[in-house]
């Protein structure tokens, strides 16, 4: 369970709907073709068709799940161009993108450790070879296991 500390530790004084970080990420990626076309862009899918192909959706849901990406900051339009075709987009990872990539590696993980069959992939560190797992740690690189999280109201800038 997690520690909610200082005016947060009173659950009847405030309420985090709208304001919770996880309810914000949810409303903007929270489909489940959002989060495979996120995965697919980690596994290195760039262009329209292969997303479509490889989700398993319409260019439709294609098109609009790629539109909402690429608003959030996610994904960034690239232009290419095959030789005798016209201009078109590949779609690549930001910045943003590429931090969001641990929320994608944790859904990975549970899924492996709990729902059936699930457990026929593996991450690896590809720099020793040994299984890689998605920990949380603090800023002091401790890692911080569940009961030992705690959440607190950070003043802003």
């Not at 490889?54 to 690429?70: F, N, P, Q």
Request: aromatic share 8%.
């Amino acid at each position: 369970m997690t520690l909610l500390q200082g005016k947060l530790a009173d659950r009847a004084g405030w309420s985090a709907v709208g304001e919770c970080p996880i309810e914000k990420t949810m409303a903007a990626v929270g489909t489940k073709s959002a989060m495979l076309i996120m995965r697919e862009a980690y596994y290195g899918t760039t262009r329209f068709d292969d997303f479509a192909r490889r989700v398993g959706i319409t260019k439709a849901a294609t098109s609009a799940r790629l539109a909402e990406l690429v608003d959030l900051g996610l994904l960034t339009r690239r232009p290419y161009r095959e030789p005798g075709q016209r201009s078109r987009d590949e779609y690549v990872l930001t910045d943003a993108g590429i931090d969001f990539m641990p929320v994608i590696w944790a859904m990975f993980q549970w899924g492996r450790r709990h729902l059936p069959g699930g457990n026929r992939l593996g991450l690896t560190h590809l720099g020793c070879g040994a299984e890689a797992d998605v920990e949380i740690r603090c800023a002091k690189g401790h890692p911080v296991p569940p009961d030992q999280l705690g959440m607190r109201l950070v003043r802003s800038p």
